[in-house]
């Protein structure tokens, strides 16, 4: 199995965006570019108290955790979760200690979500890898985690299937082949480049019609 050394790992935000679009990926991770937009502004305004490390609340069941360093070196990635809940641990197996709170706890990742759940797996992919690096770094299994939207304002349970783990792989596996090749793929215009932030900076239409143009040229002229 392969592991990726510290240089080598990648921000695990990004298995979303890949997810979502290769080029979207690779403008923002390869090309070092970011734009806002109005869902990415409301986005950030969800987490001002979710990214807070000092925002840990807890009642008589549970503790949920705020912005814990993830790292998974069988998958390259690395970044930071918005939330853990830990609830005590019921088994002699399948637990972490942990240093501040005494007793065996079970962990679940919790991610959070403007707007509502989606057709696609982009968000689930994201929460999954989560998932996936602490199983690594704890060496404890995780079955689901919870994703929650702010339209809704309901926690979606996730259940991570093999089917979205292999799918964490994959898209993990593409990340870093991309990264390496360090080659930005070429648009392909779809509805779901207007709700994109990078639209401006992508430019898809563009990028087609010239595309177009070249290819009539090409034929016309046997180029």
Known sequence: MIEYNDEDLLMLSGIQHISFCERQWALIHIEQQWAENQLTVEGNWMHRNVDSPQYISRDKESIILRSVTLVSRQLGLYGISDAIEMTPSLSNQNYMIHPRYPGKWLLTPIEYKRGKPKKDPIDEVQLCAQGMCLEEMYRISIDKGFLYYGETRHR????????????????????????????????????????????????????????KVNTYLSELYQL
């Open 156 to 211: 979606e349970k996730i259940n991570f299937t093999n089917e979205l783990r292999n799918f964490v792989k994959e898209q993990s596996t593409r990340m870093h082949l991309l990264y390496k090749q360090g080659k930005t793929p070429s648009p392909d215009y779809k509805a779901r480049c207007k709700s994109c932030s990078l639209l401006d900076i992508c430019m898809p239409k563009m990028f087609a019609k010239t595309t």
